[in-house]
């Protein structure tokens, strides 16, 4: 295991392990700070409005005093990642599937508050102090319902991903909700029943039919998402009665 001078720049300062100056004052910057002004850039016009250099003219520093904490415009989107993550919610005593499905929905509302984050989180894996507590709290509540190791980590990645997806959605329709032509949920419905035929796409086209898309706004509403995640708990519901049964990890453990 090596010693904190062994971490990358980003990564020890979201840490708090960067080595202190040995003489002379403290830099007048902080990661944080590069980190609000880029997030709020980011909120503001995206993703292509954050660079370096407009990082910088929003603190009214040099761009060149900001490698001292990022070293890359990839290390700046590691760094932004993990500060937009509010804290989890703490487990308590809630049962494991409450605190499951409360999680996952905190996880999809950050998201689709900056909506940015959903083309660089499903590429940085956690690293930072609090995107890797989202990691731990699953992984904690998992262990207690008896599913630990690869399997629990598998469980979280998972619930993850389904809150991309979902947030994913919720941010593309609501975007285009009020928009001319084909757009929103409902132009896309119509768009969809002028070129799905029922000879090849038979599923697509009933389900169509029978309205399964919705023509409003209520498609990307909650009774959606709470569908799918029931679906995922109710499959880790099954895992544990499984172990349970087989005596296997969480025979003995209360769900």
Known sequence: MGSDDDLPT???RMWGREPAPRRGPRPGLTLRRIT????????????AGV???SVAARLDVSTMSLYGYVTSKDDLLTAMVDAAAPDPPEPGTL???EYLA?????????????PWLLEVSPL?????????????RALTVLAAAGLAGAEAVNIASTLSAY???AATLQTAMSGTVDAAGPEGPAGYTALLARLVDPGGYPGLAAAIESGAFGAAPDWVEDADFTFGLTLLL???EALIARRRRSGGPGARRRP
């Open 36 to 47: 609000d002004a880029a997030i709020a850039i980011a909120d503001a016009e995206g993703l």
């Open 234 to 236: 109710d499959g880790i």
């Open 51 to 53: 660079r370096m250099s």
């Open 95 to 97: 049962a494991w599937r």
């Open 163 to 165: 809150a991309v997806s």
């Open 10 to 12: 980003v990564v020890a």
């Open 124 to 136: 940085t894996p956690p690293i930072g102090p609090r995107t890797l507590r989202w990691l731990d």
């Open 102 to 114: 409360r999680w996952t929905r905190a996880h999809r509302d950050f998201l689709a508050a900056h």
